[in-house]
C-alpha cells in the first residue's frame, strides 16, 4: 500500500441558493481571457435541467469516464489507445462551442459615444468568438436557471430516464436543486488517461490534477474523456484547460476562490488520505451499487496509528495527518456518511461529493400551507419519498441510481433538523431520533455545528504545502539511485539520520535552503535550482 | 555552371535544410507553448469530421511515397526483384490515390477555414502561408500523379533523375545534372517543397513530430511529484495488508 493525500471538497446542497457569486468570481480569477471566455471551471446548474454543456450526463451521447469490458476490466469508454491514435484528426466524441453557447459581450461603448438621437441607444450583443453581432442569443452557461425554458425540456434531462412520471413540469408539482459544479480532481482521473501527450497529471502530494500547457499538443481528448465535462479547450492558444482547485492559494493553506467567495457557505475542503494502490481496483468493481462503498474503502481513517506510520513512511508531512483527522471531507464522506459522490458510475472516483438537500413533503404544503406543522413538513425520518425531490432522482445523480443510500442520508438528516429544532425550540432532549438513525445525540450536534453553523475554521482545514520539502531534490544530489522501497539501499555510501520524523529527513538541509527569518516563504523552486546549479557550475 | 542553376539546386536546398533543423531548435526551445496542432475542431466538427482525417491519412500516404520514390533508388527495387513496370503501377496507382485523397480533405479544409467565420477568427499569418504552400504543393502533387504517372503515355523516370539529385544533396556531392532535365512541373514541385521545408517548423506542422506514439505503451494515470519523492519504507500497516 501506498497512501497519499489528497484536496477534496464537499458541498452542501442543502444550502445553495444559487446565486452564482462562485462562478462568477472563480470566471474573474481564471478565465477571463481570449479563448476562454466560454469556460466556467465553477458553473451552477439548476437541475432538473441539461447542464453545461448540454446533457454532460449521457455517457452514451459523450462516452466519457471508463466502463467494465467484457471480462471485467477497467476501460476508458471511448475505446482503447490504439483506437485514439486512430481518430486523433477529429475526435469522434469532442462537443463543439454550440453545446456550451457561444460567448457574447454587448456594444457598452454605443450607450455613451451613440449622437444625439430620437431614441435611446441600444448595447447589441456581440460574438466574444466571430466578433459579429449577434441578433439573437439562444443559448448561455445558465440557460435554465431556476427551470427557466421549455417545460418539454426538462425530461431532456439525462437524470429523468425512467423516472419521467416523477418530474413534473407544472409549476404546483415541479421541484428544483442547485448543482455547483467544479471539476472533481478524481482519483482515477479519465482525463489523464485519455491524455496521448502525457501533458495531463495528478499531483502526487495534494492529489489537484492539472494540464501541463507546455507539454500539450491538442490532441483534445481529455475534453472528451472527462465524463464531467470539466476540461476546457482554449480555441485561440490550441490548449486544454481545466480548474486548478485554486492551487496557488491552496498550498498556502487558503480555500479555492469559489469556496472563499460562497454566500451560502456550503463548500468544505479538507485532506482524505488514501492508499493509491487501491485505487484500480475500486473503481472495477462489477456492481455500480458498490462503487461507493469501494471508494470509501480506499479512504483511510488518519486517527488509525498504523496509518500514521506508513503515511509518515509514504511522506505525508506530520502536520497534514493532523489535518486530515479535522477535515470536514473525511468528517462529512466517512463519519457521518452525508455526503455522496457525483456519478459514482463513471468510475473515476470523484473527490467532490455532495451532502443532498432536504426538501419539504410536498403533500403537507400543499393541503396545510402555512399552517402546516413544520415537523410534518420535513418528516423525512420516516418517508424520504414524500418529499418535493423524487429520492430516485437524487439517486440518479449522487449514488448510480441507488435509493437506499439517498433514503439513508436523507434520514440522517431529517434527524438532525428534528433534534436541533427539539432542542432549541422546544427545549426538549430527546435522544429517539438520533438513535433512529444509528447516532448519538453529540454526533448530530456536531454534524449541526458543521453543517449549519459552518465556521470558517471548520469548513476550511486546508494545510500549507511543505515547500521547504524542495530540499529533498538538492538531497538526492549524489545519492546512488537505489534508494527505493526494497532497493538494495544507498549503496553504504552516506549515512543519513533517520531518527526524526521520516519525511523531514533532510530538515537540516531544507534548513539551509529557506530564507532565514521567514517560515512560509513562497519559494520559486525552479528558478532557485537553477540558481543552485549554476552557482554549483561556476564554483567548480 | 550558371548562377541561376546553384541557386535553385544547391543553395535553395542547404538554406532550406538548414532552415529546418535550425528553426526547430529555435521554435522548441523559444516557443513550447506554441508547439501544437491548434486544433479548432470545437468551434465547427461536421466537416473537419470527414476532411481532416482524409487530408492527415493522405497526405502521409503521400508523403510515405516520396521517401520510396526519393530514398530508395532503382537499382536496389529491381535488386528485389520487383519489376520497373510493376513499381511503376504500384506507385501510380497509390501515388493518385494518396493525391486524391489529400485533395478532398483539403478543399474541405480550405473551404471551411475561409467559410465559418468562427474558425477564420483564429487563423493566424503563419496559418496563411502554410495553407498557401499547402494549396501549390498538392495541387502540383496531385497534378503530377495523375496526368504524368496514371494517365502520360510516357511516364517521366524521377526515380533516376529527380531521386539521384535528391540523394546527391545528402552525400553532399550535389549532382545538378539530374535535376535540370527534368520536366518542368518537377522541378517547381522540387522548389516549392523546398519552401515548404524551410517554413515547416515555423508553422502549426510542427505537430507532426508529437504524434503520440509513446501513449500506446503508457500507463494511464500519471503522477508528478512537486517535490523530490521521500525515501519509502514498509510499515507494519503495509505489511499486513499488501494489496493486489
Ligand atoms: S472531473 Fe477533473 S479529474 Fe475527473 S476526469 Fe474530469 S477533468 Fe479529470
Ligand atoms: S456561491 Fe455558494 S451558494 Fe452561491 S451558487 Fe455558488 S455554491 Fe451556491
Known sequence: ?540 | MSAGRVLLWIILPYLALATFVVGHWWRYRSDRFGWGARSTQILERKILGWASPAFHFGILAAAGGHVIGLVIPASLTEALGISENGYHWFAAIAGALAGLVTVVGFLGLMYRRSTNARVRRTTTPADMITYFLLTFLVLQGTWIAFAENLLGSSPYHYRDSVGVWWRSLFALQPDVDAVTGAPFLYQLHAVCAWAFWAFFPFSRLVHLWSLPVPYIGRPHILYRRRFAAPRRRRTALAARRRTP
Open chain 1, 1 to 540: 500500500m501506498t497512501i497519499r493525500a489528497q484536496v477534496g471538497m464537499v458541498m452542501n446542497l442543502d444550502k445553495c441558493i444559487g446565486c452564482h457569486t462562485c462562478s462568477v468570481t472563480c470566471k474573474q480569477v481564471w478565465t477571463d481571457r481570449p479563448g476562454a471566455e466560454y469556460m466556467w471551471f465553477n458553473d451552477v446548474e439548476t437541475k432538473p435541467g441539461v447542464g453545461y454543456p448540454k446533457r454532460w450526463e449521457d455517457q452514451e451521447q459523450w462516452r466519457g469516464g471508463w466502463e467494465l469490458d467484457r471480462k471485467g476490466r477497467l476501460r476508458l469508454k471511448a475505446g482503447g489507445k490504439l483506437r485514439k491514435l486512430l481518430s486523433i484528426f477529429a475526435n469522434p466524441d469532442l462537443p463543439t462551442l454550440d453545446d456550451y453557447y457561444e460567448p457574447w459581450t454587448y456594444d457598452f461603448e454605443q450607450l455613451v459615444d451613440a449622437p444625439r438621437q430620437r431614441h435611446d441607444p441600444v448595447a447589441r450583443a456581440r460574438s466574444r468568438i466571430t466578433g459579429e453581432q449577434l441578433d439573437e442569443i439562444s443559448w448561455g452557461p445558465n440557460w435554465e436557471d431556476n427551470l427557466a425554458g421549455s417545460p418539454e425540456r426538462i425530461h431532456h434531462d439525462p437524470l429523468t430516464v425512467g423516472i419521467e412520471d416523477q418530474v413534473k413540469a407544472q409549476y404546483e408539482q415541479a421541484f428544483m436543486m442547485y448543482l455547483p459544479r467544479i471539476c472533481e480532481h478524481c482519483l482515477n482521473p479519465s482525463c489523464v488517461a485519455s491524455c496521448p501527450s502525457g501533458a495531463m497529471y495528478k499531483r502526487e502530494e495534494d492529489g489537484i490534477v492539472l494540464v501541463d500547457q507546455q507539454k500539450c499538443r491538442s490532441w483534445r481528448f481529455c475534453v472528451s474523456g472527462c465524463p464531467y465535462k470539466k476540461v476546457y479547450f482554449n480555441h485561440r492558444s490550441g490548449k486544454a484547460e481545466k480548474c486548478t482547485l485554486c492551487y496557488p492559494r491552496i498550498e498556502q493553506g487558503q480555500p479555492t476562490i469559489c469556496s472563499e467567495t460562497c454566500v451560502g457557505r456550503i463548500r468544505y475542503l479538507g485532506l482524505v488520505l488514501y492508499d493509491v494502490d487501491r485505487v484500480e481496483a475500486a473503481a472495477s468493481v462489477p456492481d455500480e451499487h458498490d462503487l461507493l462503498e469501494a471508494q470509501r474503502s480506499v479512504f483511510l481513517d488518519p486517527s488509525d496509528p498504523l496509518v500514521r506510520a506508513q503515511a509518515l513512511a509514504d511522506g505525508v508531512p506530520e502536520d497534514w495527518i493532523d489535518a486530515a483527522i479535522r477535515s470536514p471531507v473525511y468528517l462529512l464522506a466517512m463519519k457521518y456518511r452525508v455526503a455522496l459522490p457525483l456519478h459514482p458510475e463513471y468510475r473515476t472516483l470523484p473527490m467532490v461529493w455532495y451532502v443532498p438537500p432536504l426538501s419539504p413533503i410536498a403533500s403537507t404544503l400543499e393541503t396545510d400551507g402555512y399552517e402546516a406543522d413544520p415537523d410534518e413538513v420535513f418528516s423525512a425520518v420516516d418517508d424520504p419519498d414524500a418529499m418535493r425531490v423524487p429520492v430516485d432522482y437524487l439517486a440518479n445523480l449522487l449514488a448510480a441510481g441507488d435509493g437506499e443510500v439517498i433514503r439513508g442520508v436523507l434520514r440522517r438528516l431529517a434527524a438532525m433538523r428534528h433534534h436541533m429544532r427539539k432542542r432549541e425550540v422546544l427545549g426538549e432532549h430527546d435522544d429517539s431520533r438520533p438513535r433512529a438513525v444509528g447516532m448519538t445525540s453529540q454526533e448530530v450536534e456536531d454534524l449541526y455545528r458543521l453543517l449549519a453553523i459552518a465556521k470558517y475554521e471548520d469548513r476550511y482545514v486546508i494545510p500549507p504545502a511543505h515547500t521547504e520539502l524542495a530540499g529533498q531534490l538538492m538531497e538526492q544530489k549524489g545519492t546512488c539511485g537505489l534508494d527505493f522501497e526494497d532497493g538494495p539501499g544507498n549503496c553504504g555510501a552516506i549515512e543519513r539520520d533517520v531518527s526524526g520524523p521520516p519525511g523531514y529527513e533532510s530538515a537540516v538541509d531544507a534548513e539551509a535552503f529557506m530564507l532565514p527569518g521567514e517560515d512560509r516563504v513562497d519559494l520559486d523552486i525552479v528558478q532557485m535550482l537553477g540558481d543552485r546549479r549554476r552557482e554549483d557550475a561556476e564554483g567548480r
